[in-house]
């Protein structure tokens, strides 16, 4: 966009405003941390040069390249910062040589630094320094460029709450003396694991709501899949990205029909095929043939994957590979064993074998107590149904509509009990 003559309309430039920072600002804060080597001054450089463009892009229109517009900003920004702290050593000197006094720093942008810069910026936020509270948070925040309050209502936290944990995940960074780099080949696998871990949970509450009024939080899920397609590009040869990405794409394929017109939830076997995203589902199989042809096997998220892409080739719930799904959850169990692979086990084994197969199982998992929410009582109420065991179901379901938080999810838990007489 060419700058404009001080006419431009305010809506106008703050949207541009917006957008480019929707678009730019992972790239823009690493390129500040690998400059100045701090990461949380970087996070407030980049944040201080947004503001700035707030008040500037919508008097004076938005500049010909407004990525190395804000980077410049946040350099010279930084420059100050050295100034006020009287460090006029080496790091100054070279600052100041690279933004110019005539503020021409357009040519810092460089694009063959990008993609580490990013794949660093993922690593330093999603660090086990920090919980994995603080790690959603701050990926949430220098990678995907929301905001405390979207932050904060993406998980039905105070305010106060989503940057009272950034906060303190950049303190906890500065006092580990964290680096911001791309870590060492020996070091990747557990970082690696601590990215793939915070973007699977930021889909997760965006795909299946813990709580509140709505079941599925489209935003929040989107904001995942975007991250999980940007680390597939950063790092192609790591199998479980194609696979985490894979699952993602197959699993949101179906958002489009596991709500009717008011929001209720649709079940899997009453929900319209037609309308589950196709183009999706050819992406999720794609990333799941690159996960496949990288070798090594497929990892927990791979195999997630795959149990998605046999719902997803299936014409209705009977012509499922029901088998099939139940090998790869006991294959998922071994490699990465929880209670919550254990019941979506029992689930396909009453689909393939029979309720009278799949209660066992349940029974053991209520019997450990391990799965504290409704979920459990939820699904041993549809067996104890299907074997004709209403009293018992009926007191299941009650003890699952107390257990949800989740609106939709509870009304339809009581649909159940209602038609139960």
């Known amino acids: 966009m060419a700058r404009g003559d001080g006419s431009a309309l305010t809506g106008t430039g703050r949207d541009a405003v917006a957008a480019v920072w929707r678009i730019e600002s992972a790239r823009i804060v690493g390129a500040l941390a690998r400059y100045t080597g701090d990461f949380a001054l970087a996070e407030d450089l980049a944040q201080e040069a947004f503001a700035e463009a707030l008040v500037t892009w919508p008097r004076d229109g938005a500049p010909t390249n407004p990525a190395g517009w804000l980077l410049t900003v946040g350099r010279r920004r930084a420059i100050d910062v050295f100034r006020r702290r009287s460090a006029l050593d080496e790091r100054y000197a070279v600052l100041a040589r690279d933004v110019g006094e005539d503020g021409a720093g357009d040519e810092l942008w460089d694009p063959d630094r990008i993609d580490d810069d ?28 929301l905001t405390s309050d979207q932050i904060a209502k993406a998980f039905l936290v105070p305010t106060a709450t989503a940057q009272a944990r950034i906060t303190r995940a950049k303190k906890a960074l500065a006092a ?23 973007i ?28 999980a397609r940007v680390l ?22 179906r958002f489009p029909a596991r709500t009717g017109p008011d929001g209720e939830p649709v079940l ?3 929900q319209d095929r037609r309308r589950w995203d196709h183009a999706a589902i050819r992406r999720g199989r794609a990333a799941l043939a690159r996960a496949t042809a990288v070798g090594r096997g497929l990892g927990a998220y791979g195999l997630q994957a795959a149990i998605a892409e046999c719902h997803a080739v299936a014409a209705s719930v009977d012509e499922t590979d029901w088998e099939r799904i139940v090998l790869l959850y006991e294959a998922l169990g071994r490699l990465a064993p929880s209670p919550v692979v254990d019941l979506n086990r029992a689930v396909a084994v009453c689909m393939a074998r029979g309720p009278a197969a799949a209660l066992p199982i349940v029974d053991e998992l209520a019997a450990g107590k391990a799965l504290p929410n409704h979920q459990l009582p939820g699904v041993r109420a549809e067996l104890l149904i299907r074997l004709g065991d209403t009293d018992q179901a009926r007191t299941e379901l009650r003890r699952a509509i107390q257990l949800c938080a989740n609106d939709r999810e509870r009304t339809v838990l009581e649909r159940k009990l209602a038609d139960l007489g």
């Open 176 to 198: 580990a003396q964290v680096p911001f780099a791309v870590p060492s080949a020996a070091e990747r696998p557990e970082r690696l694991g601590s990215v793939l871990s915070a």
């Open 232 to 253: 597939s590009r950063l790092v192609p040869e790591e199998p479980e990205v194609h696979g985490l990405l894979a699952l993602l794409e197959l699993t949101a394929a």
């Open 118 to 145: 990013v794949l660093a910026l993922m690593y330093t936020a999603c660090h086990p320094v920090l919980s994995p509270e603080a790690r959603i948070a701050l990926t949430l925040r220098v990678v995907g460029g």
């Open 200 to 227: 699977y949970v930021i889909f997760t509450e965006g795909s299946s709501a813990s709580s509140g009024a709505d079941l599925i939080r489209i935003d929040l899920a989107a904001e995942a899949q975007r991250l």
């Open 268 to 270: 899997l076997e009453h």
